[in-house]
């Protein structure tokens, strides 16, 4: 039982990003399918079918536009079989093999291409429409989501007494109208565990289970909510799923991944923000336009401008980030949009969203908004140098220090124009027998000296840029309206679109002679009173991380395609309660926490599983697994080797020395011994740890990560120098403070689960280590070495088991 373990780890669940071919190695959801349509299938036919086998030509009599078209076929019978790419004629002509059956006649699909269609078809050809691929968008405006709040009263129960608020009267009428019962309470350890976790990502001490299990009075357990909460603890754990969410990364993505130094500002100002419970609608409106936003102090001012990392955060693509700048502004609308709104927007890039009620207008109008701001661009294989970063200085102060730099380059430039310049004139009048007689003056084989000790001099500048206070973020550009991109092709213009926000949402414009981008205007649209998205989603996002699924279980999607709330009503009052307690994210985390619901013990029931075995209707509190960040920091806490100190700039090489390349792309691992969140964060290399335990990818705005389980797990605690470390450590540490093997293996189990060990436990451990120790003395091992080699691996075992892993 003690040694038993069952663990999981990594699952990339980047498919996009993948060849076609790697996509069906494992199998997609749903979702995925139909995202797998909407980026690689349908601007393929958009593009290059349907111009002869749409609604307005039908050639051969096939129509590619409809999914009853392609069963159909033309005139040489069905264009492919779902399932069964090889007797598909669709995948046969676009192949090229025969030579009477090729399409595109003139200009044959990229090998990309067809196998992105060969994939589709294995996977049965899912066509994304309830009325064929091309249908038009559905009339998503009377969709739930897009419906102002609603005003409801908690309802009526029989079992009154269950009941400690609000929250706890919607649940409990669910559960009864299922015929369902709530489940007994969690027992104190458990919960305690629970709850500190939940908030802070570390395990309780030992001596904070005392205090607990010894408070008798009735508001013990709201004492601890407040205590955790006013933990800095508690930022560094709610801050992390934030950053899931603005896809945090210290490095660009494009394709030498060039570091980002400024960028763990933007992370610290999130930690800060949730430990100072800044107001959710304000700390939305700082990260969209922080600076435009008035200030009080320089302080307030640097802030805000930080804030706008979220947007600054989005990813760079290609060698050149400044040719794909319109994948950055698309990846920046997306993050928001499913941040914030818990919309998917990318589909509207190309054509009118199918599902919801988002037209290619309305896209464009928002990318008309982040069009007109400028990006900073971090570097890259062609332009290694960082540009358009926002100085956290005085401006005139930032002016002086960057004329004064340009100078000395402009002057460095010259001068080896100069000498290059004097050298091809003297080079020419030597040839003519006119040079310098007895070689006085500079004779030209002098050049080549001065010539490169000028370059040096400028090299050593280029090294060593001016060094000021500056900040990864977004300013105002060059402000105009965007054009559509037909098929979301740059360069294939379509009309103008004014800037505006989301038609079903409202609609706003900007005001007549606005100058400015339109962040600031598109900030105060999310938060408005008349958007009942913004409150909605972050309601749930909280809601989900008590709990381990939301009210709505598409954290990101509240659209049609999305799961609609399990308990509406409850959904619309505490987003509606959210907004009335000014934004307060630690108000409603208090009253979630303090809730019977979230009380509950883990165990089964019978009934419960026959009715409602995912436990959608809450009538017991998930076990939920815990995250790489919360298991790395545990290992570091229990091993009393967690620095808890606030984390800073990460140790990257100097600016002027990179010259990092797709063929030597930026990698680092920066060990620390701070809490993960502060761990140097990659985009085209996991860290080790986060890979293997199913961290989130800095690529995507991620919701929810997904949980795995894997042998490389169970090796990790077998095998890595990590584990290994903070085991001996570990085993150091009950040595060093506990007498004997009985107060250790108490000491043991107490600070890694909450809890004394049974009878049968300190059993197990006592054979174990004596069965360690007959085989360590054959081996001619000293007595302190066995014993420390024992506990060490004793601790390894338990660092690897599901009690550990899991909480309750």
């Known amino acids: ?174 559960l009864e109208s299922k015929n369902l019962l709530p489940s007994p309470d969690a027992e104190k350890r458990a919960l305690l565990r629970r709850v500190t976790y939940d908030l802070t990502g570390l395990p309780p001490t030992p001596g904070e289970v005392e205090a607990f299990l010894h408070d008798r009075s009735p508001t013990a357990f709201e004492a601890v909510v407040e205590r955790l909460l006013a933990s800095p603890r508690y930022g560094e754990r709610w801050g992390r799923y934030w950053l899931d969410l603005a896809r945090y990364s210290d490095t660009a993505g494009e394709n030498a991944d060039y570091p ?137 102060q930032a002016r002086e220090i960057t004329l004064k730099y340009s100078t000395e380059l402009l002057q460095a430039d010259a001068q080896i124009g100069q000498l290059e310049e004097e050298e091809k004139k003297l080079e020419g009048l030597e040839e003519q027998g006119k040079g310098p007689a007895n070689k ?161 013990g883990s165990s089964d029931n019978p009934a419960g599983l026959a009715t409602d075995p995912a436990n959608e209707y809450l009538w017991k509190y998930s076990r939920q697994r815990l995250d790489a960040e919360a298991l790395r920091d545990s290992l570091l806490a229990l091993a009393n080797d967690l620095d808890l100190s606030e984390g800073g700039p990460h140790p990257f090489p100097k600016e002027g020395t990179w010259n990092y390349t797709q063929h030597n792309a930026f990698t680092a691992l920066y060990n620390t011994r701070q809490r993960s969140i502060y761990v140097m964060q990659q985009r085209i290399r996991k860290h080790p740890f986060f890979a293997v335990f199913d961290g989130a990818d800095p690529n995507a705005s991620t919701a929810e990560r997904p949980v795995s389980t894997t042998p490389l797990q169970a090796l990790f605690f077998m095998n890595d120098r990590f584990a290994h470390e903070q085991a001996e450590q570990f085993a150091e540490r009950l040595l060093r403070e506990y007498p004997g093997p009985s107060e250790r293996t108490r000491a043991l189990y107490e600070w890694t689960f909450s809890r004394p060990p049974r009878r049968e436990e300190l059993n197990d451990v006592q054979k174990y280590l004596a069965r360690f120790s007959e085989r360590a003395a054959k081996l001619e091992i000293s007595k302190d070495k066995q014993e420390r080699m024992a506990w060490s691996s004793l601790v390894r075992a338990v660092f690897g088991s599901n009690e550990l892993m899991f909480v309750d």
């Open 440 to 600: 006085k003056g500079k004779p030209a084989k002098d050049f080549a000296k001065l010539i490169g000790q000028a370059k040096k001099q400028r090299s050593r500048l280029i090294e060593n840029p001016p060094i000021f206070d500056s900040a990864y973020a977004v300013a105002e550009g060059k402000p105009g309206n965007a054009r559509i991109q037909k098929r979301g092709e740059p360069g294939n213009f379509g009309a103008e679109v004014p800037r505006h926000f989301l038609s079903v949402l409202g609609g706003q414009t900007l005001p007549a002679g606005n100058k400015g981008s339109g962040r600031l205007e598109l900030a105060d649209w999310l938060v408005a009173s008349t958007n009942p998205l913004t409150a909605r989603v972050a309601v749930n996002r909280i809601w989900q991380h008590h709990f381990g699924k939301g009210l709505v279980q598409t954290a990101s999607d509240f659209g049609l395609r999305g799961r609609p709330p399990t308990h509406p009503e409850l959904l619309d009052y505490l987003a509606g309660r959210f907004i009335q307690s000014g934004w307060s994210m630690k108000a409603l985390h208090k009253q979630i926490l303090l809730s019977h619901t979230f009380q509950q």
């Open 1 to 174: 039982m003690l040694l038993h373990t069952r663990i999981r780890a990594f699952f990339c669940a980047a498919w996009v990003l993948l060849p076609a071919l790697h996509v069906m190695a494992a199998p997609l959801s749903d979702e995925d399918r139909v995202e797998f349509f909407e980026r690689r299938i349908r601007p393929v036919l958009n593009d290059r079918c349907f111009e002869c086998h749409g609604s307005e030509k039908v050639k051969g009599g096939l129509r590619l536009d409809t999914h009853e078209g392609l069963l159909k076929g033309g005139d040489s019978g069905p264009a492919m079989i779902p399932g069964d790419p090889e007797k598909s004629l669709l995948i046969k002509a676009i192949r090229y093999q025969d030579k009477d059956l090729q399409m595109p006649p003139k200009h044959r699909l990229e090998p990309e291409q067809v196998g992105n269609l060969e994939a589709w078809i294995r996977m049965g050809a899912p066509d994304p429409g309830t009325k064929g691929i091309m249908a038009p968008p559905s009339a998503g405006g009377q969709h739930w989501a897009f419906q102002p709040l609603k005003t409801a009263n908690p309802p009526a129960t029989r079992n009154k007494r269950w009941v400690v608020n609000d929250i706890d009267a919607f649940v409990l009428a669910r």
């Open 260 to 396: 980002i130094p400024q960028a763990y500002k933007y992370r610290n100002y999130v930690i800060e923000a949730f430990n100072r419970d800044k107001p959710y609608d304000r700390f939305i409106r700082e990260q969209i336009a922080g600076d435009l936003l008035p200030h009080s102090s320089e302080q307030e001012k640097r802030e805000h401008i930080i804030a706008t990392g979220f947007l600054a955060m989005a990813r760079r693509f290609s060698v050149d980030p400044d040719t794909a700048q319109y994948l950055t502004i698309e990846d920046a609308i997306d993050t928001m949009s499913k941040s914030v709104m818990g919309l998917s927007m990318s589909c509207a890039r190309c054509h009118d969203h199918k599902f919801d009620p988002i037209p290619t207008r309305d896209y464009y109008a928002l990318y008309g908004i982040f069009q007109s701001t400028r990006f900073p661009f971090p570097g890259s294989e062609n332009k290694k140098r960082q540009r358009d970063f926002v100085p956290l200085i005085p401006d005139d």
